[in-house]
């Protein structure tokens, strides 16, 4: 008896075109060695909506077997929420390293200062011995 394998695949709309052809390469290793897994780890994925616009997404594909018969089963979720609160830490991030370098610049020059006010009040306080012994 020969294996059927039946994807119901909104591939050819949803994923754009730029993944296409991956896309077709990955389903067919996917049904060489079945297994369930998130797919995306270490890289973005994205989809597609009706008007073309894309969003990334994290797919997660779950199988099973009826007879000799290999179902599939793909979880897609719209994870732009998440990846805007990344984008926006990642940007507070860099911003807070930004403030924490110029402190550190500021803090520097500051103690630069004090060394060289401690120096003049150092010698000032010496002259004014020196007057004073005379």
Request: hydrophobic share 35%; aromatic share 8%; no cysteine.
């Amino acid at each position: 008896m020969k294996k059927r394998n039946y994807w119901v695949s909104p591939s050819k709309h949803l994923y754009p075109g730029a993944f296409h052809h991956a896309h077709l390469q990955y389903r067919k290793a996917f049904n060489e060695q079945p297994a369930n897994r998130t797919m995306g780890h270490g890289r973005n994925l994205f989809a597609r909506t009706k008007d073309g616009r894309e969003f990334p997404v994290e797919v997660s594909l779950s199988y099973y077997r009826q007879d000799d018969t290999l179902f599939v089963i793909a979880f897609i979720v719209d994870i732009t929420q998440r990846k805007r609160s990344e984008q926006s830490m990642l940007d507070q991030r860099a911003q807070l390293e930004k403030i924490t370098a110029d402190m550190r610049k500021l803090n520097a020059e500051l103690e630069t200062k004090v060394e060289q006010r401690t120096r003049i009040l150092q010698e000032a306080l010496k002259e004014l011995e020196k007057s004073k012994g005379k």
